[in-house]
């Protein structure tokens, strides 16, 4: 059974910063991705930041140069440093997984709620 924990949300004012976990069970990073996902009222759920089996990180382009995904293989757990931070990056950021050849993501946490005060 695979289980992912999200916390670390809050609230904070502009041009701050919040470190999100993920701390996964039954799954290990080996062979498989991890994302940060976000999803604000009204709008759809879009994709914030990877990081692959290997390492490798991908960012939205909202969020270059402001946010860092980066994990701990020892604790099994998945952040994402969320530095100057704005009103518009509101919403409820969810980490999911799926294996490295895979589409779609298929496990999912309960979500953190973050919001931005201007």
């Known amino acids: 059974q695979v289980r992912l924990v999200e916390s670390g949300g809050g609230l904070v004012q502009a041009g701050g910063s919040l470190r999100l976990s993920c701390a996964a069970s039954?799954?290990?990073?080996?062979?498989?991705?991890m994302g940060w996902f976000r999803q604000a009222p009204g709008k759809q759920r879009e994709l914030v930041a990877t990081?692959?089996?290997?390492?490798?990180?991908s960012y939205a382009d909202s969020v270059k140069g402001r946010f860092t995904i980066s994990r701990d293989s020892a604790r099994n757990t998945v952040y994402l440093r969320m530095n100057s931070l704005k009103p518009e990056n509101t919403a409820v950021y969810y980490c999911?997984?799926?294996?490295?050849?895979?589409?779609?993501?298929?496990?999912w946490g309960q979500g953190t709620q973050v919001t931005v005060s201007s």
């Open positions: 990081i692959s089996s290997g390492g490798s990180t």
């Open positions: 999911a997984t799926r294996h490295f050849t895979a589409l779609q993501y298929d496990y």
């Open positions: 039954g799954r290990t990073f080996g062979d498989y991705t």
